[in-house]
């Protein structure tokens, strides 16, 4: 097996724009549907929100709860496994939120992005 950076593997379950936005979203939240999620991150489309949560489940950051009834009924939560990543995320939220700070001090809030 190739040996590489460890933090890669880790970037690899993560990156992207919306996984993270999820993980918050459960995270804050606890077990939601697929409609409150979609409503919680307006900006997202459900190809992407389905696309992101099967990665996810993949992955065993999410679990993916399935109800047997008419209309189908579906959870998503994070994983025990998955819940190690709060102790990142929030911290790394918080460091965006100041950082966003930081940058409107320094340039305004017309700065280019």
Not at 31 to 59: C, G, H, V, W
Not at 88 to 112: C, F, K, S, T, V
Request: hydrophobic share 35%.
């Amino acid at each position: 097996m190739k040996e590489y950076c460890k933090f890669e593997s880790a970037l690899d379950i993560l990156v992207g724009k919306w996984k993270p936005v999820i993980l918050l979203q459960l995270i804050s939240n606890g077990t939601m549907r697929f409609s409150e999620l979609q409503k919680a991150i307006p900006d997202i489309n459900k190809k992407m929100l389905t696309q992101q949560l099967r990665e996810l489940a993949y992955n065993d950051i999410v679990h993916r709860e399935v109800y047997n009834q008419v209309p189908p009924k579906v959870e998503y939560s994070i994983s025990d496994y998955g819940k190690g990543l709060s102790k990142i995320l929030q911290p790394l939220n918080d460091w965006g939120a100041a950082h966003i700070e930081h940058m409107n001090e320094l340039y305004g809030e017309d700065r280019p992005r």
